[in-house]
Each structure stands twice: as structure tokens, then as C-alpha cells.
């Protein structure tokens, strides 16, 4: 009420942005005339005139951002880093200013551009909401566009116009179908344009696979890849435009700072994006992280023994199960079951707490997660199925052995555990470009959050034509078995009459009851789910076909258009399969004029006499009639069968009808074994229906439990938005590290020398092993005996006369002068012994070992440090304060450790067969194999992989070997390793 007051004073902020973007629109439309009459050079050489003009107008700001680049490399890692950063910083920030200052200039001859090139090659023309659409992505926002209104020719507009500053625009969809389509469709505009647009694909992380450069010349032997030019992912993201998924985006950033050589890098900066669907990948995924992993350790026999055992258990009995927070949790009767088989008094004694995990994981996977459901079995192999959209995600796995207990349940091969080598959210990633975009049909209730955590407004953009779409009221239903009964009969009636029905499902298994119920009565049907994902473009282009019923998981929610009468262009195309006609010899300019004449109501066989014009024509005429039979009995009927915990899952469904003023209807069917219903307040509104003897079959239609169904998804809604915002609280705080580490790692990789680097770490390193064997205040406290043979272990270039009596009557900085002078004189000889060349080389190898075996090792101690810090909320401390704290801490011990490890294996270098090799120390942690991808999604507050320890391997924090009662840190920690020592040996003394 306060709010609709408040934009009644001050004006609707929506109507205040398109009203700016209304008389741009006017100026486009009176170029329109003049664009018509311009050749295709021209319309090519007037983007190389955009070019120019940037380029001129920003030559001064970009040379000045080169010199303070080279100056923020030069200081990395002294006490100037941080003021070169914010001096980049502030160059970088103007140049972009500078740069959208003349993007605005230019917007209206650059649209109008697009536009005339979409007319020649797609025989689409933006029409005036998609002009305003593209200027709200242009401008940072996120256009909220309903179903059908052609958000992927709106992404053409601003795309084209970033594009044109040569540092990359990106397109970001859910999966590798959209990107790969909505390249083929809109490719031909930006090859018009004289830019070169890519894609890339999933690609199992292999950077030379997956990705394509669009090329109307290139023939492809499969028509579904026509077009689409194999390149090397390095070449794909040096493209003016590049598409692909969110998953892929994120992987190649944590790669690139995997590399070992600046080659092998594939992005460049981070410009410009568009987020397609941009509420399922910034919201419903955002606690999910990517996590690059590798092999570790071979996987235990836990997981089976407590499969086995977990089965064993009886639900209320032996284990309680909380669906709100995904837990569950062992009864008194339980614990003391588990005691018995596993013959042990105390389950939760210290000698049992590495297999307390395992256990948990089991209860878990047999209690929590439904196969068909929550993942799906294929082979030997476990699949999860995306909660938001159905598919599968190949290659993806649960974290912290939860996959591993899921394995073992479903009696399939157990793989071997995994330890973190990178991972970032999704929160983290897109925050890193310099200007964010998104579209999406149903974001408006979610701009709190786009407001809060991206800055990202939302602007709801006019439809083209009105929509007319019938959503009728809920029909709520005691049980699930009446609910379906209700779900049939209204798929009967509709069918009967020859209405087109979509049926939206919330799971696999949800899908294929409702199928088995369609089928035993006869009626034809065609089911989309994650199980055969592969054939969505045929089961969709007959969806909206007379009479057909089409059965979908919520994957039909998005990017997928159902066109009343059917697709006529997908019929054709799957018809010339069928008769073998090789498409790939056909030009999509020849298919484009021919899908014109047709829309212009011409005959297009009498300019091509070819079978795919007569197909075409044929499939064209006959999709017409039915769309006119559709129109007429009320268009796409949507079914609902179950609500989902987010309102806007739901409004996607019911987009399904109605696109672009079509008529339509939906409806949702629910009941109070739903589990969201059960979840919130479902058991209390049945009892009260018992209690008032209301039939099974007869559907509850007060407004009561509509509001509670509102209420319920609400509560969802703000929990999981909380769940989001304490994620990122402490994701933040690896991520400032992440940033360092990564700077740190591109100056490894691009600086031509790191002798000057390598002198200070050696000068901070021998001044640290001085500090600590002269730390009494009068000499004869000092230990010069143990500093020699610190300093011997460190290297073996020393003086053969170096003893304790050089330093006898000298103070601590004299003796620190001399240790560093010794230590830079070794340096010398040891560069002297394998050449320059060979030296420098060695140096890089060696710093990057070093800051990558830490940085993992690392990884793997925040996610433990994470695991148990909510307990410090007992102590009456702000767990997150506590986290930021400690983690600091170790991050620091971090640098120290690279810095000891970077000087010692310098001084160990060896050469090998006359060639240069570097014999650097093994790293502290095991070698990771099989590198993978994985989307760690534990079901619940979703962290990165942890590693658990195993093993006698002594930490920092345990007591020390020496028994004296004070830490490992705080005693023989530094000696040992200047003795060349380290904790794993210490601790099997």
C-alpha cells in the first residue's frame, strides 16, 4: 500500500526509464528508411567506423591504462600493490565511462544496423518493445520480458554495440542447446555486421573441444551443428560475441588460473554479459559453486558398509526426517541399533569420528535423495537431475561423499574421493564483469535480491500484443490420488476436443506416473524429461499441435517456444531426415527467403525447385490450418501438477500459453501431500477437512488455502534468499584471497623475469630463520649453532668456514645483514651452477608449484575451519567475524608457507641429462588425477569438497610431537622445516 502511495507522489520508477528510451526508439525507427536503402559493405564498414571512433576518442585513457598495469606488475607484492590497484582501478573506470559515453552516441545508428541486418538474413525485425529491450540490457538492467516476446533477437542489440569496444560481449544461457541455437538463429546478423560471433559447449573439460566459430561457408556433415565451425576455446573467446552456459564460463576462469603456461589461458577480460534466464542462474543456483576437483584417494569401504546398514533402518524409528532443512537424524532407538551391528558401546566416541561422515552421508542418500527424482541411474553411473530445470548434469557431483553414499546405495561402482582444486559461486563470478545484464520473463519478484547482491535493477518491458492467457484458480485435493484423477480427466476433455495440453511436472518420476496413467487410457502422448533430453526440439515443435498432450519436467520452463499449430520449420527439417535429404548442403540464406515468402503468403517452389522447399511449403500450409483450429478451440492448455517452492518456476510454466497474444489457459492442480503443502501447514488444513468430512475428490477452492499455498512458497522463498545471503558472506571472504592468489599467479605467468622477486622472498625467508634462533634478548640466549645448520639445510653454497663464531659480539641486524648477503651470494653460485636461462625458467616452474599446492592445501583448510564454525555462536561470537578472522590468519601462513617453499626448492634445482629440470620437493598435498568439473550441491547450505583427514598427519593447531603441551606453530613447527623437515614426517617419529 505504502509503496503504490509512493509511486503515486513520485511517478512508477519502470515508466520513468522506458519514457527516457522512447524518443531513441522514434530516432531508430526514421533511420529505417535510409538503413533499407544501404548495401551490405556498408552496413559492414559502418561498424569498422564505430570501431575507429572508439578507439580515437579513448587512445590517450588506454595508454594510460597500459603504463599503470605494468607499474601495478612491477610492485606485485610490496607495500605499493595496493595503492597501483586502486590507481588501475580508477583508469579502468574512467575508460569505461569514456567508452559508454560514445556507446550511447552511437546506440541509434547501431540499432538501427542490427535491425536492417536481422531483416536480410533472419527475416525478423525488432519491433519497438525489443528496441526498448535492448537498451535496458544496454544500460545495465535486467529486462523482464514475458514468454514469446523474443528475448534472443533482443540480446542481438546490445551485444552487437558492446562488441564494438573489441573487448568481448557474452551470452549466458542454462544449457548447451540455447547457446548453440540461439548462435545458429542470430549468427547470421553479426556475419552481416562484420563481427564474428562464437559458442562454446560443454566440452567434459577438454578446452580444445566444444566450441565453434559461426561460418554460413563451412559445411558440416551434421545439419544440427550446420554453420558451426570447430575452434580452438581460446579462439572462441577472442570472438567479438561469444555464447555459452553459465557452468562453462565459470569452469574456463577456474582453469585459466590452473594453467601453467600463459598459452594455455582461453578467456580474456571480463567485459559485458547477458544472463539469459538470468533468475534461474543468479538466484535458484547461486549457493551452488563450481568446484574443479581432482582424484585424491581411493574411496572407503565405509560407504558400502553403511549403505548396507542405512537400508536397514525403519523411517520414525530408527531415524527423524526434517524436509524443510534436508536433514536427517538418528533416534535414541537408532544410535543404539547402529551401536549393535557395528559392535561399539559409543558411536560418538573420539575413535569413531572418521567414520561418523560416512554414516551420516548413508542416512542421507537412503532417507533424503530419490533416485528418478533427485538423480537418475545411467550404466554404472549416478546422474543428478537439475532441481530447476530438469536436465541432466552430466559430470557434475554431490560434495563431501554424499555422491559416493549415493553410489553405494544404488549398488554401482564407488569412485574415489575428490579434494578441491579451485572453485568460485556463481555470486562471485558474475560480479567480476564490468557491466552485468539479464533477461528473464519472471524476475520482478525477486529485484530485492538482483538490487542487494548484484545491483542489478529490474524493468519490466511492455509485451507486443496484449496478453490474453485465461490462469484459472488452484484446485486443491485431500490426497495425490484424487489430485491425478482430476489432472486426468481434464487432459481427457481437452484432448477430446483437440486441444494442445502441457502437463508440468516437478520430477522424472512425477512425469512418468502421469504418463503410465495417460497411456493405460489410451491417450497419446509425449514425455520431456532429463531422461531423453535429446529429443526436446521434436517433442516440442509438436507440442502445440491439434490434439497433442505433452508431458514435461520443468526443463519445458525455459528458453523453449511451443508454437500453436506446431513448428513448421523443425516438422520440415525432421520430415528431410526422414527421407534422407542432406541438409547440410542447404543455404540458410536460401531457407530464410523461403520461410519470408511464406510469412508474405508466396509460394516459394517456384523459385526453388528443390524437395526441401516443396516439404517446407507442405509442412508451412498444413501448420497454418492447425493454428487457425488451435485459436479457435482456445490455444495451448497449460496443467500444473504440483506448485514449486518458487512462485516463478511456476509463472514459467503458465508462459508456456499465450505467447505473443495468442489465447490459452492454465491451471494447477495440487494437493496436500504435495511436498511443499506437507512442508508447510498441509497435515493441519487435511485434518481439519476430516474433520468436516469434505470428500477426497472434492477440490478445496477457499481462499484460505490459496493464501496459505502463497504464504508457504513465500517462506521458501525469503529462507532460501537468507541461505544465499549467508553463502555469500563468507564466500566473500575467499573470494578477496581467490583474487590475490590469481593476480599472483598472472604475474608468474607473464613476467619475463622473477629474479628480483625470488631475491626478496630469499631476503624475507633468511631473515625470518635469524629472527627465530636470536630471539632472547642477550646473546648468550641466542642459538648460532642451530642458525648454521638451518642455513646449511636451506643450502649447501655456504662458506666451508661458516660457523657460529662470525657472528660472536655482532647485533641481531648486523648478523640478519650478513645471513642475507650469504644467502643472495648462493643464489649467485646456484644461477652460476645451471646457467641463466635455465635459472629463470626454474623460478617460474618452481613459484607455481608453490602457489598452487598451497592455495589447494588451503582450499581444503577453510572448508574444515567452515564446517565447525557456527559452533562458535555457543561462545556468544559471530561465527562469519570468527571466519574472517582465522581465515586471515591462515592466509597469511599461507604467503609464508609459499615464500619457504618458493626458496627452498630454488636452492634444491638440480639439471638432469644435460637438460633443465626442476626437482622440486614434492607438494604437501597428494597429487590430484582425472581433473573433473563438479557442482558441489550437498542438499542443503552447498560448500565446496572437503577433504577429511586420514591418517597420522600432525596440523598446526595439534599438539606438538616434542610433548611439551604447546602447539605444533608455537614450537618445533619452524625448525623442522628449516631442517628440510615437514609435519607428515615429524608426526611418524
Known amino acids: 500500500m505504502f509503496k503504490k502511495l509512493y509511486y503515486a ?95 550511447w552516441e552511437i546506440l541509434p545508428e547501431a540499432f538501427a544496423a542490427v535491425r536492417e541486418a536481422s531483416k536480410r538474413t533472419t527475416g525478423l525485425r525488432h519491433y519497438d518493445v525489443q528496441l526498448l529491450g535492448g537498451m535496458v540490457l544496454h544500460s545495465g538492467r535486467i529486462a523482464e520480458m514475458k514468454t514469446g516476446e523474443g528475448k534472443t533477437l533482443v540480446a542481438t542489440l546490445p551485444l552487437y554495440l558492446n562488441a564494438l569496444t573489441g573487448r568481448g560481449a557474452h551470452l549466458v544461457t542454462p544449457n548447451d542447446y540455447l547457446s548453440k541455437v540461439g548462435l545458429q538463429l542470430m549468427g547470421p546478423i553479426y556475419h552481416l555486421l562484420g563481427l564474428r560471433a562464437a559458442v562454446i559447449q560443454n566440452s567434459a573439460g577438454n578446452p580444445d573441444l566444444g566450441s565453434f566459430l559461426f561460418d554460413p561457408e563451412f559445411p558440416n556433415a551434421d545439419d544440427r ?35 601453467q603456461d600463459l598459452e594455455r589461458t582461453v578467456q580474456r577480460e571480463l567485459h559485458y554479459a547477458i544472463v539469459d534466464e538470468v533468475d534461474n ?123 559416493q553414499a549415493i553410489e553405494a546405495k544404488e549398488g554401482v561402482k564407488v569412485q574415489k574421493e575428490s579434494m578441491t582444486l579451485a572453485t568460485i559461486t556463481f555470486q562471485n563470478f558474475f560480479r567480476m564483469y564490468n557491466k552485468l545484464a539479464g533477461m528473464t520473463g519472471t524476475a520482478k519478484t525477486e529485484e530485492e535480491e538482483f538490487q542487494r547482491i548484484y545491483d542489478l535493477e529490474v524493468v519490466q518491458v511492455p509485451t507486443y500484443k496484449p496478453v ?12 495425490q490420488e484424487a489430485k491425478f484423477k482430476a489432472v486426468l480427466e481434464d487432459i481427457k476433455e481437452k484432448h477430446k476436443v483437440g486441444r494442445p495440453v502441457l502437463v508440468g511436472t516437478v520430477a522424472i518420476e512425477t512425469s512418468e506416473y502421469v504418463s503410465n496413467l495417460l497411456r493405460r487410457n489410451g491417450i497419446p502422448h509425449e514425455v520431456l524429461n532429463a531422461k531423453n533430453h535429446e529429443r526436446e526440439a521434436t517433442i516440442i515443435a509438436q507440442a502445440g499441435r491439434p490434439g497433442a498432450v505433452t508431458i514435461a519436467t520443468n526443463m519445458a520452463g ?38 519470408d515468402m511464406l510469412k508474405r503468403g508466396q509460394d516459394p517452389t517456384t523459385i526453388f525447385a528443390d524437395r526441401w522447399a516443396q516439404v517446407l511449403t507442405e509442412q508451412w500450409q498444413a501448420v497454418e490450418r492447425d493454428k487457425e483450429t488451435v485459436r479457435q478451440l482456445g490455444g495451448l492448455h497449460v496443467v500444473g501438477t504440483e506448485r514449486h517452492e518458487a512462485r516463478r518456476i511456476d509463472n514459467q510454466l503458465r508462459g508456456r500459453a499465450g505467447r505473443l497474444g495468442d489465447p490459452g489457459s492454465s491451471r494447477f492442480y495440487l494437493s496436500l501431500e504435495d511436498e511443499l503443502m506437507r512442508k508447510f501447514g498441509g497435515e493441519r488444513i487435511s485434518g481439519i477437512m476430516a474433520r468436516l468430512g469434505v470428500e477426497d475428490d ?69 631473515s625470518n630463520i635469524v629472527a627465530e634462533f636470536t630471539t632472547g634478548e642477550y646473546e648468550d640466549e641466542w642459538q648460532l649453532d642451530e642458525l648454521v645448520k638451518a642455513l646449511r639445510a636451506l643450502t649447501h653454497h655456504l662458506p666451508a668456514d661458516l660457523a657460529p663464531e662470525r657472528w660472536h659480539g655482532k647485533k641481531r641486524s648486523e648478523i640478519e645483514a650478513d645471513v642475507v648477503a650469504l644467502a643472495q651470494q648462493a643464489y649467485a653460485a646456484k644461477e652460476a651452477e ?61 604467503i609464508d608457507a609459499i615464500r619457504s617453499d618458493t626458496v627452498r626448492a630454488v636452492f634444491s634445482v638440480q639439471l638432469q641429462r644435460q637438460q633443465a629440470q626442476q626437482a622440486a620437493p614434492p607438494p604437501p598435498t597428494p597429487i590430484a588425477r582425472n581433473i573433473r568439473t563438479n557442482r558441489g550441491d550437498g542438499g542443503g547450505d552447498a560448500k565446496p569438497q572437503t577433504m577429511r583427514k586420514s591418517g597420522q598427519e600432525l596440523g598446526r593447531n595439534d599438539p606438538c610431537w616434542c610433548g611439551s603441551g604447546k602447539k605444533y606453530k608455537n614450537c618445533h613447527m619452524k625448525s623442522d622445516q628449516a631442517q628440510g623437515a615437514t609435519p607428515q614426517r615429524v608426526a611418524t617419529k
Not at 616452474?845 to 559452533?871: F, K
Open 558 to 595: 525455459r528458453g523453449v517456444d511451443i508454437l500453436l499449430g506446431g513448428n513448421a520449420e523443425g516438422l520440415a527439417r525432421e520430415q528431410l531426415r526422414k527421407e534422407q535429404v542432406d541438409l547440410s548442403t542447404l543455404h540458410q540464406s536460401d531457407w530464410n527467403r523461403a520461410v
Open 468 to 479: 490474453i492467457r485465461q490462469d484459472l484458480d488452484d484446485l486443491v485435493y485431500r490426497t
Open 834 to 894: 645451471i646457467g641463466e636461462a635455465t635459472m629463470r625458467n626454474a623460478e617460474k616452474q618452481i613459484m607455481l608449484w608453490a602457489v598452487d599446492s598451497r592455495w589447494v592445501r588451503h582450499l581444503t583448510d577453510l572448508d574444515r575451519l567452515r564446517e565447525g564454525i557456527g559452533l562458535r555462536a555457543l561462545a556468544q561470537q559471530d561465527p562469519v567475524v570468527a571466519y574472517k578472522r582465522e581465515a586471515f590468519e591462515m592466509y597469511s601462513e599461507m
Open 225 to 259: 551443428f550446420q554453420y558451426l565451425k570447430p575452434i580452438s576455446r581460446r579462439e572462441a573467446y577472442q570472438a567479438d560475441i561469444t555464447y555459452g552456459t553459465n557452468n562453462e564460463y565459470g569452469f574456463d576462469y577456474l582453469r585459466d588460473n590452473m594453467a
Open 281 to 403: 542462474i543468479l538466484i535458484d543456483e547461486a549457493r551452488t559453486p563450481l568446484i574443479i576437483s581432482g582424484e585424491a584417494r581411493e574411496s572407503s569401504n565405509y560407504y558400502v558398509q553403511f549403505a548396507d546398514l542405512a537400508k536397514r533402518l525403519t523411517p520414525e524409528k530408527h531415524y527423524v526426517i526434517n524436509e524443510k532443512e534436508m536433514t536427517a537424524t538418528l533416534t535414541e532407538e537408532g544410535i543404539a541399533y547402529v551401536e549393535r551391528v557395528l559392535g561399539t558401546d559409543n558411536l560418538y566416541a573420539p575413535e569413531h569420528f572418521d567414520m561418523l561422515p560416512y554414516l551420516d552421508n548413508a542416512l542421507r542418500a537412503v532417507a533424503l535423495y530419490r533416485r528418478d527424482k533427485d538423480y537418475i541411474v545411467r550404466g554404472n553411473e549416478v546422474i543428478i537431475v537439475d532441481e530447476f530445470t530438469g536436465r541432466l548434469m552430466e559430470g557434475r557431483r554431490y560434495s563431501e561423499g554424499l555422491h
Open 9 to 103: 507522489v513520485t511517478g512508477d520508477p519502470n515508466e520513468k526509464i522506458l519514457k527516457k528510451y522512447r524518443p531513441i526508439v522514434e530516432q531508430i525507427n526514421e533511420m529505417e528508411r535510409d538503413f533499407e536503402r544501404k548495401s551490405a559493405d556498408e552496413l559492414h564498414a559502418m561498424t569498422q567506423g564505430f570501431q575507429t571512433r572508439i578507439i580515437e576518442a579513448t587512445t590517450l585513457l588506454r595508454e594510460a591504462l597500459a603504463e599503470a598495469e605494468q607499474e601495478y606488475f612491477d610492485v606485485l607484492g610490496t607495500e605499493e600493490q595496493k595503492f597501483a590497484r586502486v590507481e588501475v582501478d580508477r583508469i579502468k573506470k574512467e575508460l569505461r565511462k569514456a567508452e559508454e559515453e560514445i556507446l
Open 698 to 766: 472434492v477440490p478445496i477452492e477457499a481462499g484460505l488455502v490459496n493464501k496459505a499455498i502463497e504464504n508457504a512458497q513465500t517462506k521458501v522463498e525469503g529462507y532460501n534468499f537468507d541461505i544465499r545471503k549467508h553463502v555469500l558472506r563468507y564466500d566473500e571472504v575467499v573470494n578477496e584471497q581467490r583474487n590475490r592468489i590469481y593476480d599472483q599467479r598472472r604475474r608468474i605467468l607473464t613476467e619475463p623475469s622473477l629474479r628480483l622477486t625470488v631475491e626478496d622472498m630469499i631476503a624475507a625467508e633468511v
